[in-house]
T-cell receptor, first 116, second 112 residues
Framework: DTEVTQTPKHLVMGMTNKKSLKCEQH?????MYWYKQKAKKPPELMFVYSYEKLSINESVPSRFSPECPNSSLLNLHLHALQPEDSALYLC???????????????FGNGTRLTVT | QQQVKQSPQSLIVQKGGISIINCAYENTAFDYFPWYQQFPGKGPALLIAIRPDVSEKKEGRFTISFNKSAKQFSLHIMDSQPGDSATYFC???????????FGTGTQLKVEL
């Protein structure tokens, strides 16, 4: 089983809904990431948090709002999404940002999001 | 410059055979090259990784071959098993960082 836990596993939401995706890790990692993955495509980086501070935003639309309440938790708040936002949303963590060889990414199993 | 090109898109191998997936890059600043394995309904999992100061790294049945001058690297899966059937992504990053550039993925099927 993965050490990065994501909830819910599946989510269906309407375009006017507000929902949140949650991610938790207890490996003591200080870097956490959100990725988006469309079917048969590679993961695309959305956000990076380092020591609970947002360090990278890959020009993601404001209808996606990340939050890192503490070093173990990462949320992604969703509002007014579009059907094209339907995808697998993956959370990942690493010991720190950088030094990838010593601090590889650990991915969760994702939340399958469907926007209707 | 930031792209990592991966081939083939899909691959069918007989059980016990060798699976070979290739990747090529342009950005000479890339200095970390991991391979991820992803099963349906699961997140990617790190399989094996290499730095450009070595030409080959082997872990069990999985080997990365790295050709710095050609800017290419490949994954070899020896004695392929049906349980290896998954999607494989190569990736690369610069400055030892975690901002990975992924290849397009290879869907591997190992048949009995």
């Amino acid at each position: 089983d993965t050490e990065v836990t994501q909830t819910p596993k599946h989510l269906v939401m309407g375009m006017t809904n507000k929902k949140s995706l949650k991610c938790e890790q207890h490996m003591g990692h200080r870097a956490m990431y959100w990725y988006k993955q469309k079917a048969k495509k590679p993961p695309e980086l959305m956000f990076v948090y380092s020591y609970e501070k947002l360090s990278i935003n890959e020009s993601v639309p404001s209808r996606f709002s990340p939050e890192c309440p503490n070093s173990s938790l990462l949320n992604l708040h969703l509002h007014a999404l579009q059907p094209e936002d339907s995808a697998l949303y993956l959370c990942a963590s690493s010991q720190v940002v950088g030094l990838a060889a010593q601090s590889p990414l650990h991915f969760g199993n994702g939340t399958r999001l469907t926007v209707t | 410059q930031q792209q990592v090109k991966q081939s083939p898109q899909s691959l069918i191998v007989q059980k016990g055979g060798i699976s070979i997936i290739n990747c090529a890059y342009e950005n000479t600043a890339f200095d970390y090259f991991p391979w991820y394995q992803q099963f349906p309904g699961k997140g990617p999992a790190l399989l094996i990784a290499i730095r450009p100061d070595v030409s080959e790294k082997k872990e069990g049945r999985f080997t990365i071959s790295f050709n710095k001058s050609a800017k290419q690297f490949s994954l070899h899966i020896m004695d392929s098993q049906p349980g290896d059937s998954a999607t494989y992504f190569c990736a690369a990053s610069t400055g030892g960082g975690n901002k990975l550039t992924f290849g397009t993925g290879t869907q591997l099927k190992v048949e009995l």
